[in-house]
């Protein structure tokens, strides 16, 4: 009895069906992004004049070890506390030089908001959502106070039960139908008065 031929397989379409899967694939796939912290840079210092000298009294040292635990001045806290220890740091105003400020004027602790700075450091194996945790905690003490000054000075410049974040918001919104101008001006009179010394210290071991 005669062999049957083997049958064959047409591959003719083969690649065009692996043309409109490899179509389909890039189509529906998403590549996450990484989320980042929003941070505006300042300008390149070309003077030669040496920054000023610190005082250790006017630097709120705040750690993050490798184990996600948080230490501020050297004592363990916990993160839930940290907005308000922060706050109270920036407007300590122990020197008195401070008319808006209420703070409870600690020798020991910060002269005033324009010189107190925070120093953020964190172990080489801090987990990010920690260190975001962190951030967002000490921006928010910034916040609480510009809030506070917005609410103060706002009536006065015509932005009434406005805080800061809110005048913000209103600078960058096309539909708001105030004066921007004066706005801004206030805005930056706010960042002047309570700046935002937030300076990150290299990952430790």
Same mark, same amino acid.
């Given at each position: 009895?005669?062999?049957?031929?083997?049958? %064959? /397989?047409?591959? #003719?379409?083969?690649?065009?069906? +692996?043309?409109?899967? !490899?179509? $389909?694939?890039? &189509?529906?796939?998403?590549?996450?992004?990484?989320? #980042?912290?929003?941070?505006? !840079?300042?300008?390149?210092? *070309?003077?030669? /004049?040496?920054?000023?000298? @610190?005082?250790?009294?006017?630097?709120?040292? &705040?750690?993050?070890?490798?184990?996600?635990?948080? @230490?501020?001045?050297?004592?363990?806290?916990?993160?839930? *506390?940290?907005?308000?220890? +922060? /706050?109270? =740091?920036?407007?300590?105003?122990?020197?008195?030089?401070?008319? =808006?400020?209420? #703070?409870?004027?600690?020798?020991?602790?910060?002269?005033?908001?324009?010189?107190? /700075?925070?120093?953020?450091?964190? #172990?080489?194996?801090?987990?990010?959502?920690?260190?975001?945790?962190?951030?967002?905690? !000490?921006?928010?003490?910034?916040?609480? @106070?510009?809030?506070?000054?917005? !609410?103060? @000075?706002?009536?006065?410049?015509? =932005?009434?039960?406005?805080?800061?974040?809110?005048?913000? %918001?209103?600078?960058? *919104?096309?539909? $708001?139908?105030?004066?921007?101008?004066?706005?801004?001006?206030?805005?930056?009179?706010?960042?002047?008065?309570?700046?935002?010394?937030?300076?990150?210290?290299? +990952?430790?071991?």
């Amino acid at each position: 009895m005669a062999k049957r031929a083997a049958p %064959e /397989v047409n591959a #003719g379409s083969m690649a065009d069906i +692996a043309f409109l899967l !490899l179509i $389909f694939f890039l &189509v529906t796939t998403t590549i996450p992004k990484d989320s #980042g912290i929003s941070r505006k !840079l300042p300008p390149i210092d *070309d003077s030669e /004049v040496e920054p000023p000298i @610190l005082r250790e009294k006017n630097i709120f040292k &705040v750690l993050l070890n490798n184990r996600d635990q948080l @230490l501020v001045e050297d004592e363990i806290m916990e993160i839930k *506390d940290l907005r308000q220890a +922060a /706050v109270d =740091f920036l407007d300590n105003n122990g020197d008195g030089s401070c008319e =808006f400020c209420q #703070g409870k004027r600690d020798a020991a602790s910060s002269d005033n908001p324009i010189k107190a /700075v925070i120093s953020l450091s964190n #172990g080489r194996e801090t987990s990010y959502a920690a260190y975001i945790a962190v951030q967002n905690e !000490l921006v928010a003490a910034y916040n609480v @106070l510009r809030n506070r000054r917005a !609410l103060e @000075l706002g009536p006065q410049r015509g =932005f009434p039960n406005m805080n800061f974040v809110e005048m913000q %918001e209103a600078s960058n *919104d096309v539909r $708001f139908t105030g004066d921007k101008d004066k706005l801004k001006e206030l805005i930056e009179q706010i960042q002047t008065e309570i700046p935002q010394k937030l300076a990150e210290v290299a +990952a430790t071991n």
